[in-house]
């Protein structure tokens, strides 16, 4: 349960963030890293909690991974908010 909670609190920031600093403009490829800096704190709380009770080579590796994929969340999410801004303006 905690683990859902910290992945989630992870999304709304990311979310959240992707709202704040797109300009509709810019390509994603520049947004998403200032999206992903700006849920670090949140990230990082995140992989804490789903890394507690590992070896600490099954962490390492395990943080490896999800960093490379935190910019990809990032990215997703400014590609998510753009389709729902899209869409509202046009209703």
Do not use: W
Not at 3 to 14: D, E, I, M, R
Not at 30 to 55: W, Y
């Amino acid at each position: 349960m905690e683990t859902l909670g910290a992945a989630g609190s992870y999304l709304v920031c990311v979310h959240a963030a992707a709202v704040a600093l797109d300009d509709h403009v810019s390509e994603v490829s520049k947004i998403a890293p200032a999206v992903a800096d700006r849920c670090e704190a949140r990230f990082e709380s995140g992989l804490d909690t789903i890394t507690r009770g590992m070896s600490p080579l099954q962490a390492a590796i395990f943080r490896h991974k999800a960093e490379r994929e935190n910019l990809k969340l990032a990215a997703a999410a400014v590609h998510e908010e753009r389709q729902e801004y899209k869409e509202r303006k046009v209703q």
